[in-house]
């Protein structure tokens, strides 16, 4: 019976042209498209290489503190413990230290110290991802600035506009390394500050894990991911519209006079979204295989993903219908098909990484489920393990809960014309 | 035997049924007859159980199924007034659907599916998907689907909305059929008076979402077993005429359809002469004049003062 159910549901789309070419060829033309089109754009960084960092100085660090010794005696009285945290917010030590202390950092970034005079021929031969030039009297403003009184000083610093993603990680290290050097700054005016207090290292090590291994992601695995996971969003609008024609037409009635509770018919929506949503990806997936080589490195956990993705489909499936059957109307698959999808695919990057352009949206397209799987399926790409895809799948896991129990809740219990 | 007993269902504080009672004994034809908006859907869809009533109960064997209604839908088949099937399916994958929903077994199901398929005279077009099929065959296929799992009890609502008089005859033959031949209890709904007269034994009058009248056949016609319903006939169509008519405190129930007029009249009163006059006064032709025995039609008229299809 409840076979039945799901049989019926699969004859109906294999019947409904329409459906068919939007679920299953406008995905295959959207990726070869987008493969061609956007493939050079792409290409230009694709390859984590190692970031070369390179560091101008301008003043030696210990004539600086020396000379900072010497301002600050005619104010205050310089003891042992005075002279430890001047030691110990050493602001060109504070950021060496950062990007050379931990293995993991050694392993991705390379720094190179300068002299004033070769850095105008570093700039222009653009070997370095990024240049860190540190001004004349940055120490002794620096240490004026925190103990004595006077504006902080700052870094110039120049990025490598063609390597995005190195210059990019080279953001994220001084972002973190400017919020911890306020921190310290706070708690030494406020005379907080212990010589306990280390800097710690930025907490950038799983990004550095990513993006350092073996596989290029190139626009054809990007767009066949990306593609993927957003039409398989599709399926949940068809079905849930189908289902409401089923209320429309009485068959629903007709359905629950057979004594098939409602839940059960509700059920086989959500087992038919995840079959007809399988059955899309493996399509397309193949599709990419004999179209482009993409060949899925690991089977088992490509599995795992596209099955938590696709019960979370399923999920908006029956959620979609309970708002169709309580509203009478089927505008909620009708909104979601024609406006929420494309909202949803553009926060989970589906036309372009959006934590790029700005971390915090790239956060909330990890809580889309094409977001979700789209992250997990780039790691996979990279030869990303389990613990690299936990967090995605986690957020599968929660999703689909959610979706399924406000569906079960709202779902009519009757039918009829209540 | 089913029964309903004071069945009200009231949406935003309008009765759509008020106090509604009536019953079914196994083996008979009940009719329910009534305009459009007359309750008949909402006391179908409460009595199928698909739909709570606001008060009232409906009983099987004595018994209340609106908590427990799994016996009721066991031994129920609901034909909906809307062609409540899968347009893209063939009529044989319908009744297969439907079929496996009722949990029947492979051969059992394919049997029942031929014999149905037999039944509604679509045995050679089972193949063909229901979207091209015509009003009158989707409509038969709709009735092949509520007696699949073979009911002591069919519910029809309002079967032959829409369609052809050739389908029409076939689905009322069937009707008659399954009746005399397999002994199925129908509930059958209609706003057409003639369907209901010829298939049914007890009928149930309904307007506004009350019954007015119930009774055989014989019972109803007797509430107006004292007059007689005169149809004429008139050349051409005459407004002076018809207002004369209107004004005669001997007639009631005055319908005019163009040259077609009809009217009641006391019986005992002959009343053809002083329609000639009226015919000289107002220079019309009289074309002929018939006296009829009263239709459901017409007691619905004397009931309600409206016409059934108005």
Redesign the interface.
């Known amino acids: 019976?409840f076979?039945?159910?799901i049989?019926?549901q699969m004859?109906?789309l294999l019947?409904?042209r329409s459906e068919l070419l939007m679920l299953f060829v406008m995905p295959i033309i959207l990726i070869t498209i987008l493969s061609f089109a956007l493939g050079s754009l792409m290409e230009g960084n694709s390859e984590m290489t190692k970031v070369e960092l390179a560091i101008v100085l301008h003043d030696n660090e210990e004539e600086q503190l020396n000379e900072f010794r010497k301002v600050a005696s005619e104010t205050f009285p310089i003891n042992d413990e005075m002279e430890k945290q001047m030691k110990q917010m050493l602001p060109i030590s504070m950021l060496l230290e950062q990007l050379t202390k931990s293995e993991e950092m050694k392993e991705f970034i390379h720094v190179t110290e300068l002299k004033p005079n070769e850095f105008e021929n570093a700039r222009k031969s653009e070997e370095f991802s990024a240049i860190i030039e540190v001004p004349e009297h940055f120490t002794v403003n620096f240490l004026t600035s925190i103990f004595m009184e006077g504006d902080q000083p700052a870094f110039n610093v120049y990025v490598n506009e063609s390597e995005p993603i190195t210059s990019t990680v080279v953001k994220n290290i001084l972002d973190f390394y400017q919020q911890q050097y306020t921190f310290f700054t706070a708690l030494a005016k406020n005379g907080f500050l212990s010589d306990e207090m280390t800097v710690p290292t930025p907490e950038i090590k799983s990004e550095i894990q990513t993006v350092d291994t073996e596989t290029k992601i190139n626009s054809s695995i990007y767009y066949t991911f990306s593609m993927s996971v957003m039409f398989i969003l599709f399926i949940a609008g068809t079905i849930a519209g189908q289902s409401f024609l089923e209320k429309n037409?009485?068959?629903f009635?007709?359905?629950?006079?057979?004594?098939?509770h409602p839940l059960t018919y509700l059920a086989s929506m959500i087992v038919s979204t995840v079959v007809i949503a399988f059955i899309q990806v493996a399509i397309l997936f193949a599709f990419a295989y004999f179209a482009f080589g993409i060949s899925l490195n690991q089977w088992g956990l490509t599995i795992l993903l596209t099955l938590l993705l696709a019960i979370v489909v399923g999920g908006i499936t029956a959620l979609l219908s309970s708002i169709n059957y309580r509203s009478n109307s089927a505008n909620a698959s009708n909104i979601f098909s024609n406006a929420l999808v494309s909202i949803l695919a553009l926060l989970g990057g589906s036309f372009f990484n959006i934590s790029g352009l700005s971390p915090v949206l790239g956060k909330i397209g990890m809580w889309t489920p094409n977001g979700a799987a789209l992250d997990g399926y780039l790691k996979l790409a990279q030869n990303g393990s389990l613990s690299d895809i936990q967090h995605n799948l986690m957020n599968l896991a929660v999703m689909a809960i959610v979706l399924i129990v406000c569906a079960v809740l709202l779902f009519p219990k009757?039918?009829?014309?209540? | 035997m089913i029964e309903v007993v004071n069945l009200t269902k009231t949406f935003k504080k309008v009765n759509a049924v008020d106090q509604v009672n009536f019953y079914i004994e196994p083996g008979e034809i009940v009719g329910l007859l009534g305009p459009n908006g007359a309750g008949k859907s909402t006391t179908i869809a409460m009595l199928s159980t698909l739909v709570p009533p606001t008060s009232g109960d409906v009983l099987l064997q004595q018994q209340s199924v609106l908590k427990n209604p799994a016996s009721l839908r066991k031994v129920l088949g609901v034909v909906p007034q809307e062609i409540a099937l899968y347009e893209e399916l063939t009529a044989r994958e319908n009744l297969l659907f439907f079929g496996n929903l009722y949990k029947m077994q492979k051969d059992q199901l394919k049997n029942r599916v031929d014999t149905v398929l037999q039944q509604i005279g679509l045995q050679h077009e089972s193949k063909k998907i229901v979207k091209h099929y015509s009003g009158g065959m989707k409509r038969r296929l709709n009735i092949g689907v509520a007696m699949l799992h073979e009911p002591d009890y069919l519910i029809m609502d309002e079967p032959t909305v829409g369609i052809d008089p050739q389908s029409r005859n076939h689905i009322l033959e069937t009707v008659k059929k399954l009746n005399t031949e397999s002994n199925k209890a129908i509930i059958y709904t209609s706003h057409y008076m003639e369907e209901v007269e010829y298939l049914c034994n007890r009928i149930y009058i309904m307007d506004k979402g009350r019954i007015i009248a119930s009774g055989t056949k014989d019972e109803i016609k007797a509430i107006l077993s004292s007059e007689n319903t005169i149809l004429v006939k008139l050349e051409k169509h005459s407004n002076d005429f018809l207002s004369e008519l209107m004004s005669q405190p001997l007639l009631s129930n005055i319908n005019a359809k163009e040259a077609e007029i009809s009217f009641t009249v006391a019986k005992g009163i002959n009343y053809l002469p002083t329609l000639l006059t009226l015919c000289e006064m107002h220079h019309v032709t009289l074309k002929s004049y018939e006296v009829k025995e009263p239709t459901l039609e017409d007691i619905f008229l004397h009931l309600t003062g409206r016409a059934l299809r108005n």
């Open positions: 019976m076979l039945a159910l049989q019926k004859k109906i019947r409904s037409m009485h068959i009635d007709r359905i629950l006079l057979a004594r098939i009757r039918g009829g014309i209540a």
